[in-house]
């Protein structure tokens, strides 16, 4: 089942903080986050495993909440280098190799 | 530059024609995964191959497949395509064939359908 992902957009202003959300119906094993510039392939940010620990990227960070299914990816002190489509992929824990993404959420930094 | 290649880089083809997308991994990396990204459907899992073997299906079409050779370079075969196969088509190489590993996700190959 494919994650969902909220919001769908967000416009934000240079230095400001964004929150994205991305939540599973099904238990989790691993959430992973990627980032898509425009007219670029996705680029890994972090993969955050069951037991909630938290991930950092430059001033991205995440964090992984197993009991209500979701996963959270902080964007702090945004710069205009952040602007992008975040994804999340999801690992249930069956083991089945398999990532769902969900359809992402557009980010825009703006000066 | 991720280190992962693929070509073409653009493809144009009519309905019900066959195309083969290529694909070469990062050195050293041993799982290759395909994905095809368009507008309504976001980023699709295809299929993964690790050392040359089917490792996991995901969405694949029966008119689709594909098969990892012993170099570990890959191919995307689509078949009797249709107009709504039209995506951009990603490959992804990791060095485990386990998903907790991070994925280096080739440029891409856009295929148009007309």
Redesign the interface.
């Known amino acids: 089942q ?1 994650p969902v992902q909220s919001p769908q957009a967000v416009i934000l202003r240079e230095g400001e903080d964004a929150v994205i959300n991305c939540s599973s119906s099904k238990a989790l094993y ?1 959430v ?1 986050w ?1 980032r898509q510039k425009h007219g ?5 940010l972090m ?1 955050l ?1 069951k037991g909630g620990e938290q991930m950092r990227h430059e001033k991205i960070s995440a964090s992984f909440n197993e009991k209500k299914q979701q996963s959270s990816l902080y964007l702090t002190a945004s710069q205009l280098s952040y602007s992008g489509t975040y ?1 999340c ?1 999801t ?1 249930f824990p069956t083991n ?9 959420t557009t980010v825009t930094v703006r000066a | 530059d ?1 280190g992962v290649t693929q070509t073409p880089k653009h493809l144009i083809t009519a309905t019900g024609q066959r195309v083969t997308l290529r694909c070469s991994p990062r050195s050293g990396d041993l799982s290759v995964y395909w ?1 095809q990204q368009s507008l309504d459907q ?4 295809l299929i ?1 191959y690790y050392n040359g073997e089917e ?2 299906k ?1 969405n694949i079409l029966e008119r689709f497949s594909a098969q990892q050779f012993p170099d570990l370079h890959s191919e995307l075969n689509l078949s009797s395509l249709e107009l709504g196969d039209s995506a951009l088509y ?1 490959c ?1 190489s990791s060095p485990s ?12 190959t856009r295929l148009t359908v007309t």
Do not use: N, W
């Open positions: 494919q691993s992973h990627y670029e392939a996705p680029v890994f993969i495993l994804f992929g690992e089945d190799y398999k990532l769902s993404f969900g359809a992402g | 991720s994905y976001g980023l699709q899992f993964q490792r996991a995901g990603f992804a064939g386990q998903t907790t590993y991070e994925q280096y996700f080739g440029p891409g």
